[in-house]
């Protein structure tokens, strides 16, 4: 079956999609949009809960990745190119089940989501009122990538530490990193011709600013 992306953009014309690069604030705004204007809050990776039922190795290999590993060492030591091709790859696979899943629950709520569905699919799907793009520099991607302290981040960090170098595992780790964060990655996000908010690595705290700025943008009103 294909639906045309005009049926889509309609049964999604109540979801509202955040994306851009890592620690740019995507979930934190998520989080507080939902929190202030009573939204529904489809969180990072929100279509776990069915793609890891229903998804197969044959038709989502990539996003069964995890279901295949044996040592979870193989996923730190992967190569940068091998990392950044997989990440990418699981953003345009989750992309079904992301947007099967709002459109079963945006159509009498509206839904804010923090999405890696393909910039080239949400033009398809969305439009410039329905998208923002938060970015942030390179250093705070990488260097920062670990000082968060949510489980999934602390589990990877331990099993680097579990690595027979882990010095260089998670040098590799961080090679990776930069590859999913690059600088030709920004520029294709910062040249989407979606709205667009830059972090700032400055250490002031610009969350309100930050929401009210995206609330405009979405049109939200108290």
């Known amino acids: 079956m294909k639906i045309e992306n005009n049926v889509l953009k309609y049964y ?3 979801v509202y999609f955040i994306t851009g690069t890592a620690y740019a604030g995507k979930s934190t705004m998520v989080k507080m949009l939902a929190a202030r204007y009573g939204l529904i809050e489809c969180g990072e990776n929100y279509h776990m809960a069915v793609s890891e039922k229903v998804a197969t190795t044959e038709t989502h290999p990539d996003l069964c990745y995890n279901r295949l590993l044996t040592d979870w060492r193989d996923f730190v030591t992967r190569t940068p ?6 990440i990418y ?3 345009r696979e989750a992309a079904e089940f992301e947007v099967a899943g709002l459109i079963a629950i945006s159509q009498d709520k509206k839904v804010i989501v923090d999405t890696n569905i393909p910039l080239d699919l949400l033009k398809e799907i969305s439009d410039y009122g329905h998208v923002a793009v938060m ?3 390179q250093s705070m991607s990488v260097e920062r990538f670990f000082d968060r302290a949510d489980p999934d981040k602390q589990f990877l ?3 680097i ?6 010095v260089a595992v998670m040098e590799n780790y961080r090679q990776g990193l930069a590859r999913i964060n690059s600088q030709e990655h920004y520029d294709e996000y910062a040249n989407s011709g979606f709205f667009t908010v830059v972090r700032e690595d400055n250490g002031i705290d610009t969350r309100d600013e930050v929401c009210n700025i995206l609330a405009k943008h979405f049109g939200f009103t108290e």
């Not at 190119?81 to 997989?86: K, L, S």
């Open 135 to 137: 970015l942030s520099p």
């Open 89 to 91: 790859a699981v953003g």
């Open 12 to 14: 999604l014309r109540n």
């Open 157 to 159: 960090l331990n099993v």
């Open 81 to 86: 190119e091998e990392y950044e091709r997989w």
């Open 161 to 166: 530490d579990s690595c027979d170098d882990p």
